[in-house]
């Protein structure tokens, strides 16, 4: 299986994505409608970067986020 990370900064943004081979990733922003899908162009590509990223954390899932307040 292939493996994208997106690295979010202090406020939750993104900061960073990699993925482990080469693939185009859009970001859709509803909320500006003239402007809202954005290409992302400074894809890290490589597993070494993939495993940076994760670094040996513990891997959880979507259902065990941390609550946003």
């Given at each position: 299986?292939?493996?994208i ?5 202090e406020?939750?943004?993104v ?9 185009e990733?859009?970001i859709?922003?509803p909320g500006?409608?003239r ?6 162009s ?7 970067h ?9 891997v959880g ?9």
């Open positions: 299986m292939k493996r990370t997106f690295t979010m900064d406020r939750g943004l900061h960073r994505i990699c993925a482990d081979e080469d693939v990733v859009y859709v922003c500006i409608p402007d809202r899908v954005y290409r992302w400074s894809l890290q590509v490589g597993p070494e993939v495993d940076e990223e994760i670094d040996g954390w513990p899932d979507r259902d065990h986020l941390p609550a946003r307040h």
